[in-house]
Structure formats: structure tokens, C-alpha cells
T-cell receptor, first 115, second 112 residues
Framework: ETGVTQTPRHLVMGMTNKKSLKCEQH?????MYWYKQSAKKPLELMFV???????ENNSVPSRFSPECPNSSHLFLHLHTLQPEDSALYLC??????????????FGPGTRLTVT | AQSVTQPDIHITVSEGASLELRCNYS??????LFWYVQSPGQGLQLLLK??????LVQGIKGFEAEFKRSQSSFNLRKPSVHWSDAAEYFC??????????FGAGTILRVKS
């Protein structure tokens, strides 16, 4: 339904594992985002990339490491996570300003469980 | 920093009844405003947006929203709710650059 895909959709990992989340957008956008959505909390912006450059890091712990190799792909590398990192991780993309209306388009999310 | 308030955490309406979800924002100039919907286990889908012009905007799925500057509000409405509208609804405002600030969400339950 949307032009933003995320894999995997579900991930269970131990605290000592290393895993990566992948996001791909097919909308021709130049900005991409990672959000964290936890139960009973507002949506938290984690990272923003514009034209492959990171423009925002919202005080995210270093155990989350983003990578944006091009405007269509975004990764979130995970290592030594904590149980409180269990959440739905959402990727989004948008046209990069310049007269745009700033709406963001979201992927379906990756449900992460840290055991 | 901008903020968005959705005063209602949960709302329950009967199928076929009208719906209004409230959203208030803090922003000095004319804001860019959005409503999104999220079904369980899914991402957020854009329902509608406002950035200028007519203060009553139409969106997908029969939703509309009205921008009222004097009340700093952007309430979402639907004349007749369907069971498939049960979901969580988020209001958002553009803060700066391409950054959006989201409200905490309102969960809509539809009873038959």
C-alpha cells in the first residue's frame, strides 16, 4: 500500500546480539527518518537524513547506529540492546522541503523484542 | 519547541455516528498540520494535511479537518463512522526543517 518497505517485520534478539533493520523507499524522496514507538509513549524521532547526510540525532544511545548509503535506503544497526529498547521501529521518508508540504510517508514498522 | 496536544486518549463511538477528534498545537505562524491513522501492527498512514488556503481540508476515507487559528486547533471529523475506522489517530505539526512533532494519539473504538 505504501512506497516505504521495512524488513524484517518482526525481530527477537538477545542483548548481546547484533542485528540490522532495513528500510527502502520507492517514492523518490530525499529525506528519511527513524522513529521509535513504545507503548503508551508519543512517537520519538531518532534520526533524520537529508540527501544521505545525517541532520538530526535526537540524543539516541550509541547502541543504535544508523546508516544511509543512498536516498532510497536506510539501515538501523543494533548492538547490545536493552529490554527497554523493545518497541515498534518506524521508518519514514519525505520530499526534502523546498516548497513541499513536509508530509512524511511511513513504512509498516519492525516490531523488535529484546530478551 | 512546538507541541501537539490530543486531549482524548480514548474515544468510543457507535457505528454510523459522527466523530470529532481534537487536536491543539502551539505554533506562532501558520503551521503545517497533519492527521495520520495507525491500525494495529501497522505504520502511520497520512489522512490529510493543511498548510494554507481553505481552512476545511478533505482527506482520504471520508475524513475532513478544520484549521482554526483563533483556537490553535485542527480537529478531525467524519460524519458517519464505520467499524473499519477503529484505529489510533495522530495529529502532527511541522516544527522546523522537515521535522514533525506528533501528539500522543487518540484510540478510536467503534461499537456496533
Amino acid at each position: 500500500e505504501t512506497g516505504v518497505t521495512q524488513t524484517p517485520r518482526h525481530l527477537v534478539m538477545g542483548m548481546t546480539n547484533k542485528k540490522s533493520l532495513k528500510c527502502e523507499q520507492h517514492l523518490g524522496h530525499n529525506a528519511m527518518y527513524w522513529y521509535k514507538q513504545s507503548a503508551k509513549k508519543p512517537l520519538e524521532l531518532m534520526f533524520v537524513y537529508n540527501f544521505k547526510e545525517q541532520t538530526e540525532n535526537n540524543s539516541v544511545p550509541s547502541r543504535f547506529s544508523p546508516e544511509c548509503p543512498n536516498s532510497s535506503h536506510l539501515f538501523l544497526h543494533l548492538h547490545t540492546l536493552q529490554p527497554e529498547d523493545s518497541a515498534l521501529y518506524l521508518c519514514a521518508s519525505s520530499p526534502q522541503g523546498g516548497g513541499g508540504t513536509y508530509e512524511q510517508y511511513f513504512g509498516p514498522g519492525t516490531r523488535l523484542t529484546v530478551t | 519547541a512546538q507541541s501537539v496536544t490530543q486531549p482524548d486518549i480514548h474515544i468510543t463511538v457507535s457505528e454510523g455516528a459522527s466523530l470529532e477528534l481534537r487536536c491543539n498545537y502551539s505554533y506562532g505562524a501558520t503551521p503545517y498540520l497533519f492527521w495520520y491513522v495507525q491500525s494495529p501492527g501497522q505504520g502511520l498512514q497520512l489522512l490529510l494535511k493543511y498548510f494554507s488556503g481553505d481552512t476545511l481540508v478533505q482527506g482520504i476515507k471520508g475524513f475532513e479537518a478544520e484549521f482554526k487559528r483563533s483556537q490553535s486547533s485542527f480537529n478531525l471529523r467524519k460524519p458517519s463512522v464505520h467499524w473499519s475506522d477503529a484505529a489510533e489517530y495522530f495529529c502532527a505539526v511541522r516544527e522546523y526543517g522537515n521535522k514533525l512533532v506528533f501528539g500522543a494519539g487518540t484510540i478510536l473504538r467503534v461499537k456496533s
